[in-house]
């Protein structure tokens, strides 16, 4: 319709780039204005495969008569618009998630995961990516079995490609999250150790093993692994990190103040604008 074409003309016609157009669209969400970035999303979604279907209909872009002289020319801006595709698409997944709404967002990464894009090496990263998040989703709502099958599709494409050495730390980190959603926390901070072996930057791994020690009650050993990992890397120091340490901290004694203070301080020094005062626990 009119109002259609005009949104595409819009889109096309303009000289902001997509990917600020895409980051507009995400913003709202990051305010917890969710409804607001999911119809800018589906309204980018809906020009991307417009766009797509002119092109594979012997149309311009915009759906004028095709002009260019090269069919190699359709064939780039066919897969340029496919992958925008895609980009949104996981943007909505994301929001999503965000949102708590799992099977919403298990639905769309089900089906990029079934799609083929980019590149076969690029494809194959995607793939591997796409399947452990699609675990961590089904761990997320309690699906261990699902998980267990998605994270056996990273493993044989990871065998089959032989990429054994590119993504062996994606492979530990999904077995570790299957054993701690198991409760086999001994083997689950086995795999987190060796990930922090592998990169001591690694906030994911470092928090997950701290809570694995927690439930084996070696509050002292979890204290250690946080305390290291923020003072070996002071200007990488994640939220999530200081929030947990803080946490530890009221459970080693109710005489913490001082030395979430030092934690304060040393955080307004090396990340003040990555870190809220919040996860300090000092108002508690």
């Known amino acids: 319709g009119r109002a259609g074409r005009g949104v595409l003309l819009f889109i096309l016609g303009c000289l902001v780039p997509f990917a600020l ?25 809906h020009v991307c495969q417009k766009v797509v279907d002119n092109l594979n209909g012997d149309l311009a872009e915009d759906g004028c008569d095709w002009t260019a002289t090269s069919d190699d020319e359709r064939e780039d801006l066919i897969a340029l618009w496919n992958e925008r595709k895609t980009q949104v ?6 929001c999503f998630v965000t949102m708590k709404e799992y099977r919403l967002a298990l639905s769309i990464f089900e089906g990029l995961a079934n799609e083929s894009g980019g590149s076969e090496a690029r494809g194959v990263v995607n793939k591997v990516s796409l399947y452990s998040g699609l675990g961590r989703l089904h761990l997320q709502s309690g699906n261990i079995e699902g ?43 086995n795999y987190f150790r060796s990930l922090t072996k592998m990169d001591p930057t690694n906030a994911t791994a470092v928090n997950n093993l701290a809570v694995c020690l927690l439930y084996q009650g070696r509050l002292k050993d979890a204290l250690t ?19 947990n340490l803080c946490t530890a ?24 604008d990555t870190v809220s005062g919040d996860c300090f626990k000092l108002g508690q």
């Open 249 to 272: 901290y009221e459970l080693e004694s109710s005489k913490t103040t001082q030395k979430k203070k030092t934690m304060l301080e040393l955080a307004a020094k090396y990340c003040t």
């Open 225 to 243: 692994v946080l305390e290291e990992m923020i003072w070996k890397n002071p200007d990488n120091v994640q939220e999530s990190v200081l929030f």
């Open 89 to 94: 698409s996981f943007s909505l997944g994301n």
């Open 21 to 45: 157009r895409l980051l507009v669209a995400e913003l709202p969400m990051h305010l917890g204005k969710h409804q607001e970035t999911l119809d800018q999303l589906y309204r980018l979604l």
């Open 147 to 189: 998980a267990k099958l998605a994270f056996e599709k990273v493993e044989e494409t990871v065998a089959n490609e032989k990429m054994e050495e590119a993504t062996g730390a994606t492979v530990k980190m999904n077995r570790a999250f299957v054993c701690v959603s198991l409760g086999q926390y001994d083997k689950a901070a």
